[in-house]
C-alpha cells in the first residue's frame, strides 16, 4: 500500500492507520513477527509516528530538497 502524494499530512493519516492494522493483524496470525513499520518522510512523519511508524524517512528535512540534472 501506498499513500498518494499529499499537502496535509493528515490527509496520509488514513493509510499509516490502515497499514498499523495491516501489520497487527499479520504479525497475530502466527506467521513471521513484524517489528518493525517503515512510514512517512519529512513533511509528514509526525502523523506516521502517530500511527505507529518505527522507521522515518526525513532526508529532505536534513539535507534540504534536490536539484536534477535535466534528462538528456
Known sequence: ?????VENPEEARPYFRRLRELKEV???SGGATLTELS???????????EEGATLVRVGTAIFGGRSYAPAS
Open 1 to 5: 500500500m501506498h499513500s498518494p502524494p
Open 26 to 28: 499479520l504479525s497475530g
Open 39 to 49: 512510514m512517512g518522510m519529512s513533511h509528514d512523519f509526525e502523523t506516521a509516528i
